[in-house]
């Protein structure tokens, strides 16, 4: 799919703050109510925009322990990926979940309250599925969080005023 400028101007604003109304986005790319929400329907169709959502602080809800899982398995048939894909799905703890080229298999983002309770999901994990290795690295410190993607261009200012060359 072609995004045009303003289409990227569109993502950048909602992917800082989706509660932006339609009048104010309107009014930061420089155009109308009617050609926005028009644009936003054929971006959300086309599957650019996936859903909107709440973030929410781990913290805030006890869930303190961020672990990052490396799996390696001895077994890679299509059974054992089945059943692995639906026990990482299927557990609210994994945030992410990478199927990786190298050494180590997959990758999982756990967020938990503590190490007892990462213990608890590595053993229902192990009971659910063979994994020939596990590795549990816990995060110390997060030092960058992001859930926004580069759309390419820079987003209009405050007043609606674009930059549409970036240095």
Known sequence: MSLDYTDRALLKLLQTDSTLSLDELARRVGSTKTPIWNRLK?????GVIRREVALCDPDALGLTACF???IQTSEHDADWQQRFLAAVRS????MEAHRLAGEVD???KVRVADARAYDAFYQRLIADVKIFKVTALLSMEELKYATELDVGQSAPDQRGHGARNSP
């Not at 054929?42 to 086309?46: A, F, H, I, T, Y």
């Open 42 to 46: 054929k971006l959300r169709q086309q």
């Open 68 to 70: 990052f899982v490396l």
């Open 91 to 94: 557990r609210h703890e994994v």
């Open 106 to 108: 997959y990758l999982l």
